[in-house]
Protein backbone atom coordinates (compact mmCIF):
# COMPACT_ATOMS: atom_id res chain seq x y z
CA UNK A 1 0.00 0.00 0.00
CA UNK A 2 1.51 3.41 -1.19
CA UNK A 3 -0.01 6.59 0.52
CA UNK A 4 -0.06 9.85 -1.47
CA UNK A 5 -0.37 13.18 0.87
CA UNK A 6 -1.24 16.34 -1.79
CA UNK A 7 -1.00 19.59 -0.05
CA UNK A 8 -2.14 22.51 -1.76
CA UNK A 9 -1.07 26.35 -0.74
CA UNK A 10 -3.75 28.75 -1.73
CA UNK A 11 -4.48 32.28 -2.58
CA UNK A 12 -5.91 33.87 0.96
CA UNK A 13 -9.64 33.75 1.01
CA UNK A 14 -10.24 30.67 -1.27
CA UNK A 15 -9.65 27.77 1.31
CA UNK A 16 -13.31 26.69 1.86
CA UNK A 17 -14.55 27.37 -1.86
CA UNK A 18 -11.50 24.77 -3.05
CA UNK A 19 -12.87 22.21 -0.16
CA UNK A 20 -16.18 22.62 -1.61
CA UNK A 21 -15.51 22.27 -5.11
CA UNK A 22 -13.60 19.20 -4.05
CA UNK A 23 -16.09 18.08 -1.95
CA UNK A 24 -19.19 18.71 -4.36
CA UNK A 25 -17.81 18.77 -7.77
CA UNK A 26 -14.30 16.67 -7.65
CA UNK A 27 -16.08 13.45 -5.56
CA UNK A 28 -18.61 13.22 -8.24
CA UNK A 29 -16.15 13.20 -11.08
CA UNK A 30 -13.65 10.81 -9.02
CA UNK A 31 -15.10 9.09 -6.92
CA UNK A 32 -12.79 6.01 -5.28
CA UNK A 33 -12.00 4.74 -9.00
CA UNK A 34 -8.65 6.42 -9.64
CA UNK A 35 -7.07 6.01 -5.83
CA UNK A 36 -9.25 6.08 -2.21
CA UNK A 37 -9.55 8.99 -0.61
CA UNK A 38 -8.42 8.50 3.41
CA UNK A 39 -9.19 11.99 4.16
CA UNK A 40 -9.24 16.01 3.41
CA UNK A 41 -8.69 18.20 5.61
CA UNK A 42 -8.25 22.78 5.91
CA UNK A 43 -5.37 24.13 7.86
CA UNK A 44 -6.16 25.45 10.98
CA UNK A 45 -3.46 26.41 12.77
CA UNK A 46 0.42 26.01 11.24
CA UNK A 47 0.65 26.51 7.47
CA UNK A 48 -2.41 28.91 6.56
CA UNK A 49 -4.42 29.19 3.19
CA UNK A 50 -4.20 25.20 2.43
CA UNK A 51 -6.06 22.10 2.16
CA UNK A 52 -4.46 18.55 2.81
CA UNK A 53 -6.04 15.39 0.96
CA UNK A 54 -4.65 12.02 1.60
CA UNK A 55 -5.09 8.87 -1.15
CA UNK A 56 -4.40 5.16 -1.12
CA UNK A 57 -3.14 3.56 -3.49
CA UNK A 58 -2.24 -0.53 -3.98
CA UNK A 59 1.26 0.16 -4.95
CA UNK A 60 2.91 2.79 -7.22
CA UNK A 61 2.70 1.10 -10.06
CA UNK A 62 -1.12 1.43 -9.44
CA UNK A 63 -1.05 5.12 -9.01
CA UNK A 64 0.98 5.42 -11.80
CA UNK A 65 -2.43 3.66 -13.62
CA UNK A 66 -5.08 5.29 -12.09
CA UNK A 67 -3.47 8.75 -12.78
CA UNK A 68 -3.12 8.57 -16.02
CA UNK A 69 -6.55 7.19 -16.51
CA UNK A 70 -7.64 10.47 -14.47
CA UNK A 71 -5.53 12.81 -16.48
CA UNK A 72 -7.85 11.24 -19.95
CA UNK A 73 -11.23 11.71 -17.30
CA UNK A 74 -12.79 14.98 -19.55
CA UNK A 75 -14.87 15.92 -17.28
CA UNK A 76 -11.74 16.24 -14.60
CA UNK A 77 -9.55 17.93 -16.29
CA UNK A 78 -12.62 20.08 -18.40
CA UNK A 79 -14.50 20.71 -14.99
CA UNK A 80 -12.64 20.16 -12.33
CA UNK A 81 -9.09 21.12 -13.09
CA UNK A 82 -10.23 24.99 -13.98
CA UNK A 83 -12.60 25.67 -10.92
CA UNK A 84 -9.79 24.99 -8.91
CA UNK A 85 -6.68 26.16 -10.71
CA UNK A 86 -6.98 29.54 -10.35
CA UNK A 87 -6.63 29.63 -6.39
CA UNK A 88 -3.53 27.51 -5.93
CA UNK A 89 -0.49 28.90 -5.16
CA UNK A 90 1.93 25.73 -4.35
CA UNK A 91 1.42 21.82 -4.64
CA UNK A 92 3.49 19.32 -2.87
CA UNK A 93 3.23 15.61 -3.31
CA UNK A 94 4.78 13.16 -0.61
CA UNK A 95 4.86 9.37 -1.72
CA UNK A 96 4.62 7.62 1.94
CA UNK A 97 4.67 3.94 3.72
CA UNK A 98 2.72 3.48 6.69
CA UNK A 99 5.05 1.81 9.07
CA UNK A 100 1.96 1.76 11.48
CA UNK A 101 -1.37 0.92 10.05
CA UNK A 102 -4.11 3.26 9.44
CA UNK A 103 -7.45 3.40 12.69
CA UNK A 104 -10.03 5.92 11.79
CA UNK A 105 -10.64 7.14 14.97
CA UNK A 106 -13.70 5.47 16.70
CA UNK A 107 -16.20 8.89 16.89
CA UNK A 108 -16.81 11.81 14.17
CA UNK A 109 -16.44 15.67 14.96
CA UNK A 110 -12.25 15.52 15.58
CA UNK A 111 -9.38 18.03 15.16
CA UNK A 112 -6.68 16.45 13.08
CA UNK A 113 -2.84 17.00 13.85
CA UNK A 114 -0.24 16.41 11.21
CA UNK A 115 3.19 16.12 12.86
CA UNK A 116 5.71 15.82 10.15
CA UNK A 117 9.74 15.38 10.95
CA UNK A 118 12.78 15.63 9.33
CA UNK A 119 15.51 13.32 9.87
CA UNK A 120 19.33 13.27 9.58
CA UNK A 121 19.93 11.41 6.40
CA UNK A 122 19.08 7.72 6.71
CA UNK A 123 17.91 7.98 10.76
CA UNK A 124 14.14 8.09 9.55
CA UNK A 125 13.44 3.96 9.56
CA UNK A 126 15.50 4.07 12.94
CA UNK A 127 13.59 6.59 14.33
CA UNK A 128 10.48 4.80 13.00
CA UNK A 129 11.13 1.52 14.72
CA UNK A 130 11.62 3.54 17.98
CA UNK A 131 7.91 5.86 17.75
CA UNK A 132 6.66 1.80 16.90
CA UNK A 133 7.84 0.30 20.39
CA UNK A 134 6.61 3.09 22.61
CA UNK A 135 3.57 3.49 21.11
CA UNK A 136 1.75 0.86 23.26
CA UNK A 137 3.03 3.64 25.89
CA UNK A 138 1.78 6.66 23.94
CA UNK A 139 -1.57 4.93 22.56
CA UNK A 140 -2.70 5.05 26.79
CA UNK A 141 -3.60 8.46 26.09
CA UNK A 142 -4.94 8.47 23.06
CA UNK A 143 -4.83 6.38 19.67
CA UNK A 144 -2.70 7.11 16.40
CA UNK A 145 -4.46 7.25 13.30
CA UNK A 146 -1.51 6.39 10.91
CA UNK A 147 2.03 6.99 10.51
CA UNK A 148 4.57 7.00 7.88
CA UNK A 149 7.67 7.28 6.36
CA UNK A 150 8.25 9.66 3.06
CA UNK A 151 9.41 7.43 0.19
CA UNK A 152 9.66 10.78 -1.74
CA UNK A 153 8.54 14.42 -2.00
CA UNK A 154 10.79 15.40 1.22
CA UNK A 155 13.53 12.64 1.58
CA UNK A 156 14.48 11.39 5.48
CA UNK A 157 10.79 12.52 6.59
CA UNK A 158 8.40 10.74 8.70
CA UNK A 159 4.98 11.67 9.39
CA UNK A 160 1.74 10.65 12.38
CA UNK A 161 -1.82 11.91 12.18
CA UNK A 162 -3.52 12.09 15.56
CA UNK A 163 -7.13 12.83 16.42
CA UNK A 164 -8.53 14.79 19.39
CA UNK A 165 -11.90 15.77 20.63
CA UNK A 166 -11.21 19.17 20.56
CA UNK A 167 -8.01 21.78 20.79
CA UNK A 168 -8.50 21.47 24.35
CA UNK A 169 -8.70 17.67 24.50
CA UNK A 170 -5.23 17.44 22.74
CA UNK A 171 -3.79 20.03 24.75
CA UNK A 172 -4.80 18.35 27.76
CA UNK A 173 -3.21 15.10 26.70
CA UNK A 174 -0.04 15.97 25.18
CA UNK A 175 0.41 17.70 29.21
CA UNK A 176 -0.14 14.20 30.51
CA UNK A 177 2.13 12.09 27.83
CA UNK A 178 4.95 14.07 28.36
CA UNK A 179 5.11 13.73 31.95
CA UNK A 180 5.52 10.09 31.45
CA UNK A 181 9.22 8.57 32.43
CA UNK A 182 8.50 6.01 29.48
CA UNK A 183 7.88 8.85 27.11
CA UNK A 184 10.62 10.84 28.46
CA UNK A 185 13.03 8.10 27.60
CA UNK A 186 11.67 7.79 24.15
CA UNK A 187 12.24 11.53 23.81
CA UNK A 188 15.75 11.33 25.16
CA UNK A 189 16.72 8.43 22.86
CA UNK A 190 14.96 9.71 19.39
CA UNK A 191 15.55 13.44 19.72
CA UNK A 192 19.17 13.63 18.39
CA UNK A 193 17.78 11.42 15.47
CA UNK A 194 15.80 14.55 14.63
CA UNK A 195 16.61 17.84 12.49
CA UNK A 196 13.36 19.58 12.41
CA UNK A 197 9.90 19.18 13.28
CA UNK A 198 6.47 20.77 12.32
CA UNK A 199 2.83 20.30 13.16
CA UNK A 200 -0.45 21.56 11.73
CA UNK A 201 -3.64 21.51 13.03
CA UNK A 202 -6.23 20.35 10.69
CA UNK A 203 -10.31 20.43 10.46
CA UNK A 204 -12.20 17.77 7.79
CA UNK A 205 -14.26 18.79 5.10
CA UNK A 206 -17.74 17.58 5.19
CA UNK A 207 -16.52 15.44 1.98
CA UNK A 208 -13.87 13.37 4.39
CA UNK A 209 -14.32 9.77 4.91
CA UNK A 210 -11.81 10.69 8.53
CA UNK A 211 -13.85 13.09 10.52
Not at 75 to 99: C, N, S
Not at 143 to 159: D, I
Request: hydrophobic content about 40%; proline content about 7%.
Amino acid sequence: MIYELRTYTLRPGSQATVARTAGDLGRAIRGDDYGKLEGYWLSEIGPLNQVLHLWSFESLDERTRLRTALAANADWTGKYVPAIRPHLVRQEVRLMHAFLPMQPPATTGNVYELRSYRTFPTRARDWARLFTSIMPVREEYSRNVCAWVTESGQPNEVSHLWAYPSLDARAETRGRVVQDPRWQAFLAESGPMLEEMHSTILLPAAHSPLR
